[in-house]
């Protein structure tokens, strides 16, 4: 179509004079142009069907040597489209030796694909679309997983790409919970040529989902989506909930908080706290937060109260996932409690309580429980 032309004074050999050209700025998914980065050649690559309404378009050239630092400068190239707006559909008559020059191998440069965790293996994933009228089987395809900017995995053994039909495939089934998200990158390299790669230019970033990519390469982003497959668990994990409460405690008194953690995403992972199996109405919890109160009087003769509390993700749902803890509730009368003053800040005391109160029950042979910390104010003496 036209040919552009820069000039570098500078030694060739060493690549400080060595031109290299590039256009600036194209839509890469849907490239109208290109040009040989050697001798500056701007040809098509695709109809102007888009472009029907406009009477010439821009193309910004940039040259630049492969010195170090390498020197660049830029052209507008004003195209005229002439004739008649194109409105039937063209065949893709491209002729093949035309057709083995630069074009570009993907119809798209990126792509996105959604899978639930837990498939079937193996599973097709995605067929890459490649340039019309160019045969797979010319290529030598490479399939690796981008881990983070410099490190490349081989694909196998999760993925593989088909290279008859250019079609990716889990070979795997996927667990969310260990990986919810896979970023490959496809390459085609000819067989029986020598690569055209004659010098790798760094063009202008102009859309980062393919950023790093070179022209025969293309990125596909898997992304594992949730299945509900992991019920709450709780902090307990399976030990009953153990809690003390002051006879004289009145209502609202915090008598503990119960904790469950899900794995999963979202609604999947959104807990709902519920009691079961609680007949004195004398304990209530929050739903959200799992904070158990005190809703009534406690009764002279009771000592210990038992019951169940339910987690149930996906907002506590008929369909939801749920587990169950036991808690216990012991009632102490407040001429059995202990006030025991420890030095240390609190927080350093918190962190080691357990430890503590386990050392006690040992030494008297008695079970020994916190019913309250709080900073110690004052001196040594019983307070
Ligand atoms: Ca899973
Ligand atoms: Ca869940
Ligand atoms: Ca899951």
């Given at each position: 179509m036209k040919q552009v032309n820069a000039i570098d004074k500078d030694y060739v050999g060493n690549g400080n004079g060595l031109v290299l050209y590039s256009i600036l700025h194209q839509d890469i998914h849907n490239p109208i142009f290109q040009i040989d980065?050697?001798?500056?050649t701007i040809t098509t690559v695709a109809s102007f069907r888009s472009y029907n309404d406009y009477e010439h378009l821009n193309v910004t050239v940039v040259a630049s040597d492969l010195g170090s630092p390498a020197h660049s400068s830029t052209a507008v190239v004003l195209i005229n489209l002439q004739g008649q707006a194109v409105t039937e559909p063209t065949t893709?008559?491209?002729d093949p030796p035309n057709e083995q020059?630069?074009?570009?191998?993907?119809?798209?440069?990126y792509h996105e694909v959604q899978v639930l965790e837990?498939?079937?293996?193996p599973l097709q994933l995605i067929k890459i679309n490649i340039t019309n009228?160019?045969?797979?089987?010319v290529f030598r395809w490479s399939l690796v997983i981008?881990?983070?900017?410099e490190e490349n995995f081989d694909a196998q053994p999760v993925f593989e790409l088909d290279?008859?039909?250019t079609t990716l495939f889990a070979l795997k089934s996927f667990d969310r919970e260990l990986k919810s998200r896979y970023q490959l990158r496809v390459r085609a390299d000819r067989l029986?040529?020598?690569?055209?790669?004659y010098a790798r230019i760094s063009y202008p970033v102009t859309d980062e989902r393919v950023d790093?990519?070179?022209?025969n390469e293309c990125r596909i982003i898997v992304n594992i989506q949730d299945e509900n497959d992991n019920e709450p668990r709780f902090k307990s994990a399976g030990q009953a909930i153990i809690a003390v409460v002051p006879r004289t405690a009145t209502f609202g008194y915090p008598v503990t908080i119960v904790m469950a953690f899900d794995a999963d995403d979202g609604l999947n992972a959104e807990i709902r706290y519920r009691l079961l199996n609680?007949?004195?109405?004398?304990f209530g919890i929050?739903?959200?937060?799992?904070k158990i109160r005190l809703i009534g009087i406690i009764p002279m003769d009771q000592r210990v109260y038992g019951f169940d509390v339910k987690a149930t993700d996906r907002?506590?749902?008929?369909?939801g996932r749920s587990s169950i803890a036991n808690v216990f509730v012991y009632i102490i009368d407040e001429a059995r409690q202990v006030r025991i003053v420890v030095a240390g800040k609190p927080v350093e005391v918190e962190q080691r309580i357990d430890a503590l109160m386990q050392v006690l029950s040992e030494a008297i042979q008695m079970d020994v429980r916190v019913r309250l910390l709080e900073p110690h104010v004052g001196g040594l003496e019983p307070a």
């Open positions: 980065s050697r001798d500056g893709d008559d491209i020059r630069n074009v570009s191998i993907f119809q798209h440069q837990n498939n079937i293996a009228g160019l045969n797979p089987e981008e881990e983070n900017d290279p008859k039909t029986n040529r020598e690569p055209r790669n790093g990519l070179d022209p609680e007949p004195s109405r004398l929050d739903e959200l937060t799992g907002g506590g749902a008929d369909d």
